[in-house]
């Protein structure tokens, strides 16, 4: 298989570990799926230019995320076949680069993954329909759903109260979003509440290992919509403590030139 086990125990202390315990720590807090690593790796790219990397770089930054160059040949052969990346022979050595749909589905993502978070709550409306809800509510049980004033037409036949300034209850936001990204972002904060050691790695492989798990882990949340508004709805929450701990995490270790050679 190209992916790794899902592993909720956080028992390595992540600020006296070293670099390669940290990775594999990384590794398990959440499932990962190597061609949707490869993803991550791409998207982190300069997007200004047309950046590329070489399979000397790849197997490099592999091999620091402790895993095997199989199964990085399996998922750059996935990508091609996909029309997401395209590669170039350069000698002895491949170059890979993303093709255009490639660069914009990246484009389409990137803002949602590398934005920061406003804490600035905005309206919101609980409504009871008997027949049909706004077409965009966000459905929390049977005829019940929350959804912004601006989401309802005149002929919306709905009950409906605006909601306060409270936070609302856990089985709300777990309907935001469901458990299984909830629990990730906590195991994912929990993690890098160490990231002052992150600046000791060894060398520019292993940062942008690390880098690249993190990233990985955030865009599974940043790319669901739940993610944003269980944020703006609890914004000292679990999630929103994850985001902030993501973006100084990336501030901290910043992308590294790996030896392409």
Not at 225 to 245: H, N
Request: charged share 25%.
């Amino acid at each position: 298989t190209l992916g790794f086990p899902t592993n909720t125990q956080t028992s390595v202390n992540v600020r006296t570990a070293s670099s390669s315990d940290r990775i594999a720590q990384l590794k398990k807090i959440g499932p990962v799926r190597v061609w949707s690593l490869l993803v991550t790796v791409f998207g982190d790219l300069p997007h200004e230019t047309d950046a590329s990397l070489t399979s000397a770089q790849l197997n490099r930054l592999f091999e620091a995320l402790q895993l095997r160059p199989e199964a990085l040949r399996v998922a750059l052969h996935r990508l091609r076949k996909d029309g997401w990346i395209l590669s170039e022979r350069m000698g002895s050595l491949s170059s890979y680069s993303m093709t255009a749909n490639g660069r914009a589905e990246t484009a389409a993502a990137r803002d949602r993954v590398y934005q920061a978070f406003s804490t600035k709550r905005r309206a919101w409306v609980l409504g009871l329909a008997p027949n049909a809800l706004p077409e965009d509510a966000l459905r929390i049980g049977p005829g019940v759903g929350l959804f912004r004033p601006d989401q309802m037409s005149a002929g919306d036949d709905v009950w409906s109260f605006h909601v306060g300034e409270e936070v609302p209850p856990d089985w709300v936001l777990e309907t935001i979003l469901p458990a299984e990204f909830l629990d990730l972002a906590d195991r994912l904060a929990s993690f890098l509440e160490g990231r002052a050691t992150f600046q000791s790695a060894d060398g520019p492989d292993r940062k942008m290992a690390e880098r690249t798990l993190i990233l990985h882990h955030w865009r599974r949340l940043a790319l669901r919509d739940g993610t944003w508004l269980t944020m703006e709805l609890a914004s000292d929450g679990r999630v929103a403590e994850c985001a902030r701990a993501v973006r100084d995490a990336l501030k901290d270790i910043p992308i590294q030139q790996i030896d392409g050679a």
